[in-house]
């Protein structure tokens, strides 16, 4: 950051909430920093889980960005049945995140996982509830339960989901299948509403 001996800086860690340190040692590969007094305290996020359907690059990238800045705790990766990706690169979405963080002033950081299929993330499902963006509900009222307590979003990939998969998200107890209004959004743009949808319906917008 190119800071000198004596300069100021803001640290997190995604624990102690923020902190001003000032510069008491600067090398080329390392330096000191001494922690002076806490700025911020720590911002935990609601227990909201980002799961989504990897898409091009660029796109990818902007999800996991937004996600961080609209309070997102863990962000998911998910290979469904017309998902086309098959990798994802992790540590780069993770250092994405960590620059989105620092971006919009947060505290916390959260993880982005390993990516994973869609059938076994829901194998063995707990109680944790799932906003399920569903793109045939299209026009249909943008409701969705108010039930508290631990949730996740569920986006799609350009294709949509499969039948074997609306069937299968159906006949769970914890999705709630949602309408994000009457057009069809690209799934970058779907993460952010859904987002903003849950955080004001049952997050720390209210
Ligand atoms: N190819 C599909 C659209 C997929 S959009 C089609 O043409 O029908 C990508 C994802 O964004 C969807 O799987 C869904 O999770 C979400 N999405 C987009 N628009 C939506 C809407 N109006 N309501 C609910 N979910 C939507």
């Not at 997102?72 to 979405?93: E, G, V, W, Y």
């Amino acid at each position: 950051m190119r800071k000198g001996t004596g300069e100021v800086l803001e640290l997190f860690n995604g624990r102690d909430g923020e902190w001003l340190a000032r510069v008491v040692q600067a090398g080329k590969r390392a330096g000191v920093l001494l922690c002076e007094r806490q700025s911020k305290e720590m911002m935990l996020p609601q227990d909201l889980w980002l799961m989504f359907a990897p898409i091009k690059k660029s796109r990818t990238d902007f999800i996991v960005e937004k996600a961080t800045e609209m309070g997102a705790a863990q962000i998911m990766p998910i290979q469904t049945d017309f998902t086309n990706a098959d990798r994802i690169r992790q540590d780069r979405l993770q250092n994405h995140v960590v620059e989105a963080a620092e971006q919009c002033g947060g505290t916390y950081v959260p993880q982005v996982m390993e990516l994973q299929k869609l059938s076994n993330c829901l194998n063995g499902w707990d109680d944790r509830q799932i906003m399920f963006c569903d793109e045939t509900r299209v026009g249909q009222a943008v409701a969705f339960s108010q039930q508290r307590g631990p949730w996740a979003i569920l986006i799609g990939p350009e294709g949509g989901f499969s039948p074997l998969e609306r069937k299968r998200l159906d006949a769970m107890p914890q999705a709630h299948g949602v309408s994000l209004g009457p057009r069809i959004l690209r799934a970058d743009t779907a993460v952010v509403a859904a987002l903003a949808l849950w955080q004001n319906t049952l997050g720390d917008w209210q």
